[in-house]
């Protein structure tokens, strides 16, 4: 299985001379080709730095992030945006949609900013459409949608370029549970059908039950791992929930 | 403590600032630099000319009230849309506990020490115009500038600034309404509201649009035919027409046009113009009425200032075959008095014991009334409406008649030969040609006219465009007649022309111009109960000169102030948007999109938006010059010196704009 994301040692400091955060301190993964990585950790852990740093919109202190072969810490500003453009797929939790455009035309603006051939652009689309199972309100706008499919439309638009790596940043966070289980049956669906890799952040133990395998983030340091491997669902959420509850956060620091 | 806030709130925001600073400045530039027109060295060479200087204060005085309530309209609307975007860090001021009292002062402070700060700037910048303008004025007055001298007018000054106080006074006013109005939830929920796009059905806005053209369509060929002389209903009609074409243009225009562009995949589907086409078709939708008001104005200001520009060159034409003698008087018979030395000019000036020196040289003639009208000798060549349009330039009536040794010693003055003139025969002189066709193919076609029942040939073939008198009227009719002409003919004038002698020209002038001005002021009712009209053609050219001077100033000062508006409100809508559009393009960053083509977008979306209106009105505009050619004709220096100011003002404003819509979406995050 090949690699499509390595992390190398990397450190992200913030601050001065006299008062140094540590956002990441020392964290190295692999993600290969094809796997739904989940990243958990509760709020302040650096789960976000982290994807801000691989998604290069941040960039890291020390240490090496390899995509597809290339080190993204020392890409040129103008490298970085094509790189962003073509290798990247985003899902955010607030959807980054644009609500004066319909759906057909949020998609085809990933698309068209690549610079694809007309009628390339129309099959692409459908085509993700189709996927997705969107292709009833391909016409609506944002306005139209409700939530879930608003992050299915988004979720099109990140995959309709067939990037190296899809990042979803707590892609659940602003939907019901109705939804949020329609969308990640997706995604996984995407995984397993196409073969999408995904790395996913986020801090529900739900959604996170549906990757393959979870790093547990605390402090900004790998704190555990955990591989979904034959259990099911269940078992997997199971698992999932004693590591929360060592780990602390949300609930466990209350209890 | 709050003054502390309110500087510092200035200079922070110093880019949102800037194009209402812009606007304030060149607002009182503008306002100072023609209201200091009366002090200028030129106009006060025209100052003997009382009358002049009063229509002039008058015209001025009205258009500058007009002219701050239209800046006053933009400046409350500027700094509506400022506070607007200034919402959340006022409800900041409000959460934290200040009172609303206090945030209004500090925006008192804030907008005196905008205000204080453009008065200055705008006063010392019109200071330096008006310079500019004094040299302007010279050349329209044809006035020699011997002597340069600096002017500063503190009468210009103290109008502009009590006239901006008031509307600063306003929008202080106006901002304190708005304040107590604010509810702080309101104030901080303001920029999450959502956006609810229009949906508009294509078939309807592709037929509201193509109503519209033909509306447009039909209002310009109206105007074409009939030009803008036509009678006043109609004249109405066809500009409303213009209006409501115009106003449904917009409405339809962004509905249609992206319907188009969404068939041309080539276009709809390249770098991020999909998102271009929806902010713009957003934006005009909303906007429509704005965008007509400012589209009409643009066309009324390009216009304005073609006209303006063009119409000393006009009068210089016009006068140019009419302006042979350096003076002409005339008196008014008066028929019921049968005592011929009451209409003759000769013996009055005897009277007032006024002698030409021998160096002027001088002739009189008597003018009379012929028993025919000039709608009876032109009625079969003149339209309806050339008929009416004589009627309403008092050119018909009676025509006028010289005998043929009075017409021979007046052009006798000017150095030419002596007509000889048969008994049966008349001399046509006139410029009517100019006017329409009626009389050159009366010429062509008939070689006689029928007076009192005898027959006349016309001797010349076209008729002699040299006027017999210096007269303000610049159309004339004259026949001459033989000296024993037998028809009834009725004294009209007993007049006298002069033209000087070149080395004593200065002093008849003045002594001239004082006869007439005499004349003017009844001063010799005593002795003759006659009444003598008198001109020269220095006075007559003043006069011209003066008018011509007033509709370019008055032409000007609107036109630069309406530009100055409307590009203003574009502007400030434009900014407005962005930053209503910030999260739009925060997620156009997110998906990859470079800044690059982001100013690309920003580019085009400013471009589009603010040719969209200046397109139609350069359209609107060139249809309604071309309606005026008929009064006016128009030369290549207008039409440079016009797009001038047009383009540099308005450029200027398209340019800060997209700078400042850029750095807005670049400090975004």
């Known amino acids: ?255 | 403590m709050f003054s502390k806030i309110a500087i510092n709130n200035v200079k922070r925001s110093f880019r949102d600032y800037s194009i209402y600073f812009l606007t304030l400045t060149l607002g009182v530039c503008i306002f100072y630099s023609f209201n200091s027109i009366e002090s200028q060295n030129s106009i006060l060479e025209m100052n003997k000319d009382a009358d002049f200087m009063l229509t002039l204060n008058k015209l001025m005085a009205g258009t500058s009230v007009f002219v701050s309530f239209v800046l006053g309209g933009l400046i409350i609307y500027a700094n509506k849309i400022l506070i607007k975007k200034r919402k959340k860090e006022l409800g900041i001021y409000m959460t934290l506990g200040m009172a609303k009292g206090k945030v209004s002062k500090i925006l008192i402070f804030e907008t005196l020490l905008i205000g204080v700060l453009s008065l200055l700037v705008g006063i010392v910048l019109g200071i330096l115009v008006s310079q500019g303008l004094s040299v302007l004025v010279a050349n329209i007055l044809s006035v020699d500038l011997n002597k340069y001298k600096f002017i500063i007018s503190i009468s210009a000054i103290v109008k502009s600034v009590v006239y901006f106080g008031v509307i600063y006074l306003l929008v202080m006013i106006f901002n304190q309404f708005t304040i107590s109005k604010y509810k702080l939830i309101d104030i901080l929920n303001a920029t999450k509201k959502n956006e609810v796009v229009k949906l508009k059905n294509s078939f309807l806005s592709a037929l509201i649009f193509i109503l519209s053209i033909a509306i447009l369509a039909i209002a310009y060929a109206r105007a074409l035919k009939t030009g803008l002389a036509a009678e006043n209903a109609e004249l109405v009609i066809t500009v409303l027409m213009g209006v409501i074409g115009t106003l449904l243009f917009f409405f339809s225009l962004s509905s249609f046009f992206i319907h188009i562009v969404q068939k041309i995949k080539r276009i709809y589907l390249k770098d991020i113009n999909i998102f271009i086409l929806r902010q713009i078709n957003n934006k005009i939708n909303t906007n429509f009425l704005s965008t007509t008001l400012i589209c009409l104005m643009l066309s009324l200001t390009i216009t304005l200032l073609f006209t303006a520009f063009d119409l000393k060159g006009t009068i210089d034409r016009n006068s140019a075959g009419s302006r042979a003698f350096d003076a002409s008087a005339f008196l008014i018979a008066d028929n019921e008095n049968k005592d011929p030395k009451v209409n003759d000019i000769e013996e009055y000036l005897k009277d007032i014991n006024f002698t030409f020196e021998t160096y002027e040289k001088h002739t009189f003639y008597s003018e009379y009334k012929l028993n025919i009208t000039i709608e009876d000798l032109l009625s079969k060549y003149l339209s309806k409406q050339e008929q009416i349009d004589l009627k309403q330039n008092y050119l018909d009536g009676a025509i006028s008649a010289i005998k043929i040794s009075d017409y021979n010693s007046i052009i006798k003055l000017n150095g030419k030969k002596a007509i000889d003139l048969k008994e049966n025969e008349v001399l046509v002189v006139s410029n009517y040609g100019q006017l329409n066709n009626a009389l050159p193919e009366y010429m062509k076609n008939e070689d006689i006219i029928n007076i009192d029942d005898k027959v006349f040939t016309i001797k010349n073939e076209s008729p002699i465009e040299e006027n017999i008198k210096g007269t303000e009227g610049s159309k004339f009719f004259y026949l001459i007649i033989p000296d024993n002409f037998s028809g009834g003919l009725q004294l009209e004038f007993s007049s006298f022309n002069v033209i000087y002698e070149e080395r004593y020209s200065k002093e008849s002038e003045e002594k001239f111009a004082k006869l007439f001005t005499d004349f003017l002021a009844d001063k010799y009712k005593d002795i003759s109960p006659s009444l003598v009209i008198g001109k020269t053609k220095d006075q007559i050219s003043d006069r011209e000169n003066g008018m011509a001077a007033m509709i370019v100033f008055l032409g000007l000062f609107l036109g630069l102030i309406f530009i100055i508006t409307s590009a203003a409100v574009m502007a400030l809508q434009q900014l407005s948007d962005a930053s209503d559009s910030l999260e739009r393009y925060k997620s156009l960053k997110k998906i990859g999109v470079t800044d690059k083509l982001i100013n690309k977008a920003i580019l085009r979306q400013s471009l589009i938006y603010f040719l969209v209106p200046l397109g139609l009105a350069v359209i609107h505009s060139i249809v309604g010059i071309c309606a005026l050619r008929e009064n006016f004709s128009f030369h290549y220096q207008s039409v440079i010196v016009s797009s001038l100011f047009l383009v540099v003002i308005y450029g200027a404003y398209f340019y800060a704009t997209y700078v400042g819509v850029k750095n807005m979406v670049k400090n975004s995050n």
Do not use: W
């Not at chain 1, 402090?219 to 078992?235: A, M, S, W």
């Open chain 1, 1 to 255: 299985m090949q690699n499509v994301l390595s992390v190398e040692k990397i450190e992200k400091y913030y601050g001065n001379k006299d008062n140094i955060t540590k956002a990441i301190d020392n964290i190295s993964f692999k993600v290969n080709e094809g796997e739904f990585l989940g990243i958990m950790g509760p709020s302040g852990s650096g789960k976000t730095t982290l994807l801000n740093c691989i998604s290069t919109i941040d960039n890291v202190t020390t240490g090496k992030i390899i995509i597809n072969n290339k080190d993204i810490t020392v890409l040129k500003a103008k490298a970085l945006e094509e790189f962003r453009r073509d290798e990247l797929g985003f899902i955010f939790q607030d959807f980054n949609l644009l609500d004066t455009l319909t759906a057909y035309e949020n998609i085809a603006l990933a698309l068209t900013i690549q610079n694809r051939g007309l009628k390339e652009i129309d099959i692409l689309i459908k085509d993700v459409a189709e996927k997705l199972d969107i292709t009833e309100i391909l016409n609506k706008y944002p306005f139209q949608m409700s939530g879930g499919q608003k992050q299915r439309v988004a979720s099109a638009r990140a995959i309709v370029t067939e990037p190296s790596l899809i990042l979803a940043d707590e892609p659940t966070g602003a939907l019901d549970s109705k939804s949020s289980r329609l969308l990640l049956d997706s995604f996984e669906k995407l995984n397993k059908d196409f073969h999408s890799t995904i790395l996913m952040v986020t801090h529900d133990s739900f959604t996170a039950s549906y990757a393959n395998r979870i790093l547990f983030i605390k402090d900004g340091r790998i704190f555990n791992e955990l591989i979904r491997g034959n259990d099911t669902r269940r078992e997997f959420f199971n698992k999932i929930m004693e590591v929360v509850t060592l780990l602390g956060g949300d609930v466990g620091n209350v209890l």
